[in-house]
């Protein structure tokens, strides 16, 4: 069987609201997100025939509540979708999203698929990552992950003295400030200069202060200065190297993307942004987690032919400074600022809800296309919890035909 080619048609995000009971989505539901969205992208893609939509597929890492009525099923039916319409969810913790998207991009490929809906959820405020967990207890009697490992800071200051130790590149304390300096600052003039309109749906949402319009990232802060950064305790370690200034915070929010075929694309007369050349997932030690962006990348490079050069965009999801810097050691780009990796801001500006961060990636990746029509090829890649990585492979289609 011949594979086909599978293109990401449009995307676009909810913002990202804190994860706390001030935060836009507090009393929102996890599903009203997604339905928000997802109206939005049909709204604004009259000519996709909606009625064909072959799945709807979404990630979510914790899978119950507002979360747990299989997304993908009943957000057909919240988004006044046909009930003909399949839906699932899958769970790949941080790459949820991701994966859904690899998911829809293989089925097109193998043509058992036309058309998908494939996104991420995570309304970490409902839904505190590892909450409603339990460990199988082997796990932890057997040591296959230390307790401390399942805290996602832990591992980020592990990660820290991994890499002195096993011989790489150290990165300090100062170099993890300085990147996420930069992060703010980059995306405080891409929001002002216009680059996330298209991306972001504005939402009317119910707070315990009275109706508001969730029209902005809510961690972004924009004042950041790095005095105030060298300020910050560390909460993982003592004298530690991770804070809250040089991580992600806790979010709410929705990503989603449309895929399509080329054949149908063609047939609608649709300009494909972006064409999928194909993804990779890689799993680390669960106490180095942010180093699984570096492996993942080196697999997707070497299995489909292609050196780190050859990119000419990397969206990077910066679940902590001290992945990206290590990354840009790694690879040999340019620190603080590449102007590759991250051009517009980053996770640390914008948040990370979890599952919707692959596909967040996806979509800025898409407007940094848009951007520089000269650019050809592009990754996504971020780390994921438990030890993993994935990353994935696009090409600007901008004015490329069919």
Not at 78 to 94: I, N
Not at 268 to 275: A, D, H, N, T, Y
Request: charged content about 25%; some cysteine; overall charge negative.
């Amino acid at each position: 069987m011949e594979l086909r080619d599978a293109y990401f048609i449009d995307g676009l995000r909810s913002w990202y609201g804190r994860a706390k009971p001030n935060g836009f989505y507090w009393t929102t539901r996890a599903d009203d997100i997604v339905t928000k969205i997802m109206r939005e992208l049909m709204r604004r893609n009259p000519n996709v025939p909606w009625d064909e939509l072959d799945d709807n597929i979404w990630g979510a890492t914790t899978q119950s509540g507002d979360q747990g009525t299989t997304m993908g099923r009943t957000t057909v039916f919240t988004a006044g979708l046909p009930v003909r319409v399949p839906g699932f969810s899958v769970d790949r913790m941080c790459a949820g999203g991701m994966t859904a998207q690899s998911i829809a991009g293989a089925w097109i490929k193998t043509n058992a698929a036309d058309i998908v809906v494939a996104g991420g959820v995570e309304h970490m405020g409902h839904h505190p990552m590892g909450a409603e967990a339990d460990p199988n207890p082997r796990i932890v009697t057997e040591k296959m992950v230390e307790p401390k490992y399942f805290n996602m800071g832990v591992t980020a200051e592990r990660l820290h003295d991994w890499m002195v130790e096993n011989g790489y590149p150290e990165v300090t304390r100062e170099e993890s400030d300085v990147y996420s300096y930069h992060v703010q600052k980059r995306y405080a003039k891409a929001l002002a200069e216009g680059y996330y309109d298209d991306q972001t749906v504005n939402m009317a949402v119910f707070t315990p202060e009275g109706w508001k319009v969730a029209d902005r990232d809510e961690q972004a802060r924009p004042e950041t200065t790095l005095e105030g950064l060298a300020k910050l305790k560390s909460p993982f370690k003592a004298a530690g190297k991770v804070t809250a200034g040089n991580s992600s915070g806790l979010n709410d929010g929705a990503t989603v993307a449309l895929m399509m075929s080329g054949e149908k694309a063609k047939e609608l007369g649709l300009k494909p942004k972006m064409r999928l050349i194909g993804y990779a997932f890689e799993g680390v030690d669960p106490s180095i987690m942010g180093w699984g962006p570096i492996p993942a990348t080196d697999k997707v490079l070497k299995r489909y032919g292609f050196k780190i050069d050859d990119i000419d965009f990397i969206e990077l999801n910066e679940a902590f400074a001290v992945q990206a810097v290590a990354f840009m050691k790694y690879f040999g780009l340019k620190y603080p600022e590449d102007p590759r990796l991250n051009p517009y801001g980053g996770t640390i500006a914008i948040g990370h809800p979890l599952a919707t961060s692959g596909v967040r990636l996806s979509v800025q990746l898409a407007k940094d296309f848009e951007l520089h029509p000269e650019a050809r090829y592009g990754l996504c890649t971020m780390c994921v919890g438990l030890g993993m990585g994935g990353a994935t492979l696009w090409e600007n289609m901008v004015g490329k035909d069919l």
